[in-house]
């Protein structure tokens, strides 16, 4: 129990009586263990899981430069999830520097894979002028694919623009 708690970074003075933790956070810090365990074994997916464990501050405190080094290793591997959520990060300067060329880089890896998230994001850049050349055609290409899986913000857009 004790070895346990310290892969938590748990310390208490009576080892037989830990700190109360709600079932939701015991969950979290268990869900992040298993994560961790996995994401440094080379698992894409877990990397990505231990990545939005940072973002959000899920049974971990909330770090966005970690969140990064997650979900990179992760989008490297090709992880489509990551890929989409790195750019998310570069568009808002969490963790990075703000960088719009690279935010566009990593969401179009992601749109071309099919995430619906990333497909309206790129849109958005080329409709923007964010990273990309302003180009309103290219945007509503990417807007049609993200709607057609039912992003509701893509299918909106098109609406507004008579598509």
């Not at 698992?43 to 049974?59: F, I, M, R, S, T």
């Not at 490297?76 to 750019?87: I, V």
Request: glycine letters at 10%; proline letters at 1%; a neutral charge.
């Amino acid at each position: 129990m004790v070895a346990m708690c310290a892969l938590f970074g748990t310390a208490w003075a009576d080892e037989s009586t830990p700190p109360s933790r709600t079932e939701e956070e015991a969950g979290q810090a268990w869900a992040e263990f298993k994560y961790r365990v996995a994401a440094e074994l080379g698992d894409a997916d877990a990397q990505y899981k231990l990545g939005v464990c940072y973002e959000k501050g899920n049974g971990v405190n909330k770090d966005y430069a970690e969140a990064v080094r997650w979900y990179r290793k992760a989008a490297e591997q090709g992880h489509a999830g990551a890929q989409s959520n790195l750019g998310f990060c570069y568009e808002k300067g969490n963790g990075v520097n703000k960088d719009y060329a690279e935010a566009a880089k990593w969401f179009r890896l992601a749109a071309e894979q099919g995430n619906a998230g990333a497909q309206f994001a790129l849109g958005r850049c080329y409709a923007n002028g964010q990273g990309v050349s302003k180009d309103l055609e290219e945007a509503v290409k990417w807007w049609r694919r993200a709607a057609e899986q039912g992003h509701a913000q893509a299918k909106e857009n098109l609406r507004k623009l008579n598509f």
